[in-house]
């Protein structure tokens, strides 16, 4: 039999075990996430201790930038800041790690970067940097047809990452400094044209979904290029993700009278109720084989589709009368909150479940993608999980 004294002491603990409780629910993930993020010194312009370009610093900057455009705390800006600062030197001519001859458009992602800074300060320095990004693009190899390679090692590859990181500065750097180049608008265009017409599974394929295979290779030579169109093998959940971003980015800001904005509106139409339709609660890692053995629920993409569409919705550019769409992404994001995210009890969460890579100088397979490991605090999810947790709270 329990005396009082140990009745009182069971109910105080349970009582602090619910304020524990209590206060491991924050007023906001966005906050917490980036919070944490920057207190592990993520995106901060430093790789092994290196001054070096990182698209996903790149992706965590963007995020920041809606988060201080949300919040107003102007510690996000100058993180922003001091993590350019780091790899631009001071007059803004060289970019650490940065190599054009290599033609990566992975680097191109800090491009928006550098716009944001120039407009924000006017320091020349940033501009230049952002023309040293620009400038790769005009020598840049491509496929005959026009599409850029990934990077110059991967002879005529366009790989779904690429318009995330490359033709959003593109479009971006045109719209602030070049408006009336309709050769670099059309340019664009193209890109996004051909990544789709190569990339999009048709109904005969085998596990058909209707969403983007990862890359495709317009010589044929790859050794997973598909006989017939020369495309990669699967769906992977993080390349639609890139390529969902991509879409809804732009729309925000291409000008309508664009054929850009009308692409990316038409492709955005296409691929959201394929999307919707493989929606699992969440997204597979390989979205073509659900279910299949060693296959799971990948984290990094998932946040990607929750942001993409939650931002598609709130801006108009999806229809949603039905509420189908914001119910998907609501329960995908309330999915991530309950598995994705734990309380390190020092103020900190972790982010967890996401792949640390999937690239096509493999076979493409499916245990390929299965065969790579999971990171804990990886940035290119974290970063996604900033930006899908700021349109959630916009709700
Ligand atoms: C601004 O964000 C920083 C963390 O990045 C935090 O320490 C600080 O308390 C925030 N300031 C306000 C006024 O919320
Ligand atoms: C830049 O990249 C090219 C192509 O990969 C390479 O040949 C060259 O050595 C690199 N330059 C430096 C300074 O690393
Ligand atoms: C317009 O864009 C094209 C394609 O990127 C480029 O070659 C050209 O230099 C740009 N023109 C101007 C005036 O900046
Ligand atoms: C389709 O998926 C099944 C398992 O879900 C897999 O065994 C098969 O290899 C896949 N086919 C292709 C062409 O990827």
Redesign the pocket.
Known sequence: MFSSIKVAALSLLVASLLDVAKASVPASYAIWAADSGIARGQGNGLVNGTPTVSYEHGEFQWALRLLYEVTGNGSYFDYIKSGADTILSDDGTTIGGYNVSEYQLDHLRVGPTFTYLYDQTGDAKYKNGADLLRAQLHTHPRTPAGQFWHMQQFFNQGWLDGVYMGDVYYAEYTNRFEPENQTAWNDVNLQLSLMYENTVQTPSD??YTGLLYHGYDASFTAIWASPDRGHS??VWDRAVGWYFMALVDLLEFVPPTQELHKTALKQLHALTPKLIAQADSVWWLVI??P??DGNYFESSGTAMFVYSLLKAVRLGFLDDSNGNIVTTAKAAYEYTIDNWVADNGDGTMNWEATVIVGALDTDGS?DYYISQAINLNDLKGLAAFVLASIEYEKL
């Open positions: 085998a596990n093998p699967e073509t084989e279910g299949r499916f």
